[in-house]
């Protein structure tokens, strides 16, 4: 099959470029210019693509002929002048030769007399979108074109180009030109009406020897390939046409060859991509679809015209349904080539139109499609910048946020330290901060679980991305949002404000953040506030009424951080005691063998609690999650607990120090012996 569009402009005509501009400026050309820039010194030049040139005045330009000997400016720069065609004159050194010729959307052409130097090399023409009067200078100089092979005369608008008599015009190409395999004629009349008017009943079904009258000449030697885009009265889905290949609109195979003759028109391939999308919405599950090849046109499409914003949308939506039906199939199978050419796509896509919400909201479908079938990892550095501005841009569209966080999260949660560090490098403490200050602000509370859960974990055991969110003025947004579940717990439920279930769940990893941070005691001071500790205190009480047991058990946690701190002796109301009270309370009430959603990589933020010596309450709340763990998950905690020193000592000896009236020595005995039996140690007597 011919190759419609060449992949490259020839090396040599990066120099031509430079010299037609020249002459655009209306700057003279002397011998010297030519020797400099190539301009017709390439007498073996095969091929030439020239799109999209407007210049007016295009047949009259002025050229000076000068000798190589003679400087430019000197003596009356117009004495040599001469008057010649634009076109003869550029390929006036190489025409004889000239074998592939390609003038899209250069619509001053009017007069093509300069091809019959070309008439028995030429063998492509392409002149898409270039308007020619039906006269002797145009289609009467395409009849002399002898070796012509493929010939394309399409339009992008079909109302430019309506031919009178079509059929007779289009037979008498096709009949004078013996070579020819390929013709385009998208976007005009010259398919004819024949076909239409037997469908409307004026002529016998019966007399219709060819679905395209002005190819009937063809019927033995069909072309192969017809385009037939857009053209009049829908001629792409008649019948006994004489081609093997049609680039058409109306059936899928027809589509995908349109797809794939037409990548690189801007206008073109977007009217197919969007021919496409109509077509696979109503595609259902049991209809073949090619997605595969689909999906591979698409990224060249999207790669060729990324600055295009109304292909990259359309294109985006296609590729969803695509992709969809790709990973709901029975082999759930993306090639890795093919899946680092699609991520890249959209990252690309979304970075370039970052302020277009259609855009960005199509980009957002594919790539939570993509993540929970692939490994996002390889992806991080490209996407999650374009992520970030995307939660920047949309703050106040739930969807929108949510997506961002899910794949972020899904993006972050199992990374190793070092890169957790270097996405804290691109900021990304400071933008997550930023977006969750914008979610406050529109009190778009449903989308705070996700949030907090991915600053905890962009945190947790990272000073250096804790001192980032310090900075960023995160504690001040972690206890406004206290403040807001205070508020949001004391109105009536029938009110129109957070749902309590929300609030609820999005606390637990804002307190397991804020307990990380009690971890560095450089932030105590910016934590253990009197106004911050009392909301939260406040809230504990009415959370308590609530009998939340999940997020009582993480808030107990952080209040025993804070009072684990010698700042906690300077609070007044509540008094550190009364928060160990509280503490002691709640935990006494809790059941350990309830999951509870948390993960330790490591003991130590719970086993250093251990050596706080005048809070006994204290050790109450760390010996119950430590039976929680073992008890809930067995394989993983129950090694992990058995290896801990600072534990075992406490076991074997601090724990006997507490006076037997102590109201706490009864559950720190209950809670010690279970773990002591799990761990196999037995009950050491004291002495």
Same mark, same amino acid.
């Given at each position: ?90 390929? %006036? ?174 206008? /073109? ?52 349904? *695509? ?47 993509? /993540? ?45 330290? /070092? @890169? ?46 804790? @001192? ?172 992990? *607990? ?27 005995? %209950? ?17």
């Amino acid at each position: 099959m011919i190759p419609f569009f060449s992949s490259e402009t020839p090396q040599g005509l990066r120099k031509i470029v430079r010299s037609i501009t020249n002459l655009f400026n209306g700057k003279s050309v002397t011998d010297e210019d030519r020797k400099t820039h190539g301009l017709l010194t390439t007498p073996k030049l095969k091929r030439l693509v020239v799109w999209g040139l407007h210049v007016s005045q295009l047949q009259q330009l002025r050229i000076n002929n000068v000798s190589s000997q003679e400087r430019v400016g000197e003596g009356d720069i117009n004495a040599n002048a001469v008057h010649v065609d634009y076109w003869e004159y550029l390929t %006036r050194d190489f025409i004889h030769e000239l074998q592939h010729l390609d003038v899209s959307s250069c619509q001053e052409i009017t007069d093509l007399s300069f091809l019959l130097k070309a008439k028995d090399s030429l063998k492509s023409l392409y002149l898409h979108d270039v308007l020619l009067d039906y006269d002797d200078k145009t289609w009467g100089i395409l009849k002399h074109l002898n070796g012509l092979q493929f010939l394309d005369v399409s339009q992008y608008n079909e109302l430019a180009s309506v031919f009178p008599n079509p059929d007779a015009i289009l037979d008498g190409i096709v009949t004078v030109l013996p070579h020819l395999v390929g013709l385009d004629i998208s976007g005009t009349n010259l398919a004819g009406m024949y076909y239409f008017l037997i469908q409307t009943g004026f002529e016998p079904d019966g007399l219709m020897p060819c679905g395209i009258m002005g190819l009937k000449s063809r019927k033995q030697t069909p072309l192969k390939f017809l385009g037939l885009l857009t053209t009049h009265y829908n001629a792409s889905c008649r019948r006994n046409i004489p081609a093997t290949n049609i680039a058409g609109g109306n059936h899928m195979e027809h589509l995908l060859i349109a797809l794939q003759c037409y990548l690189k028109r801007e206008n /073109t391939i977007k009217k197919v991509i969007r021919m496409l999308y109509e077509k696979v919405q109503v595609t259902s599950d049991d209809t073949f679809l090619p997605a595969h090849t689909i999906l591979r046109f698409l990224v060249q499409a999207v790669k060729n015209h990324v600055h295009d914003k109304h292909t990259q949308i359309v294109a985006m939506a296609v590729m969803y349904h *695509v992709l969809r039906r790709i990973y709901q199939g029975p082999t759930k199978l993306l090639g890795k080539v093919q899946r680092d050419q699609v991520m890249y796509c959209i990252s690309k896509a979304m970075k370039v139109h970052s302020h277009d919400f259609s855009l960005l909201r199509n980009g957002m479908l594919n790539i939570l499609l993509l /993540t929970p079938y692939i490994n996002m990892r390889p992806y991080m550095e490209d996407i999650t910048p374009v992520l970030l501005e995307v939660g920047k841009a949309a703050s106040a569209d739930s969807f929108m946020m949510k997506a961002v966080a899910y794949i972020l999260y899904n993006l972050t949660r199992s990374l190793p330290k /070092t @890169e957790k560090e270097s996405l804290g490098d691109i900021e990304i403490v400071e933008k997550l901060c930023a977006i969750v200050d914008d979610l406050l602000r529109n009190e778009s509370l449903d989308q705070m679980l996700i949030f907090w859960t991915l600053l905890w974990n962009i945190t947790d055991d990272l000073p250096s991305n804790c @001192e980032r969110f310090v900075k960023a003025k995160g504690i001040e947004i972690c206890f406004r949002y206290v403040s807001i579940c205070l508020d949001g717990l004391a109105k009536p439920e029938s009110n129109c404000g957070p749902v309590p279930a929300d609030l609820h769940e999005a606390q637990i990893p804002m307190f397991a953040l804020l307990s990380n941070l009690l971890q560095h005691s450089s932030f105590a001071t910016k934590i253990i506030k009197p106004e911050y500790i009392t909301n939260v205190f406040n809230l504990l009480e009415k959370e308590d009424s609530a009998d939340n047991e999940k997020l009582l058990f993480h808030t107990c946690g952080f209040l025993c951080n804070v009072v684990s701190k010698e700042l906690s002796s300077s609070l007044e109301a509540p008094t550190r005691q009364e928060i160990l009270d509280r503490i002691l309370h709640i935990t006494k009430r809790l059941d350990f063998k309830k999951q509870f959603d948390y993960d330790f990589r490591y003991l130590i933020p719970l086993t250093s609690l251990l050596e706080v010596k005048d809070a006994p309450e204290i050790h109450v709340w760390v010996l119950w999650t430590l039976v929680n763990l073992t008890e809930t998950n067995p394989n993983k905690y129950t090694s992990l *607990v058995a290896s801990d020193e600072r534990l075992k000592k406490w076991l074997q000896t601090d724990r006997f120090n507490l006076p037997y009236e102590n109201k706490c020595s009864a559950e720190n005995l %209950r809670l010690s012996e279970i773990l002591l039996t799990r761990l196999g140690t037995g009950t050491p007597k004291q002495s």
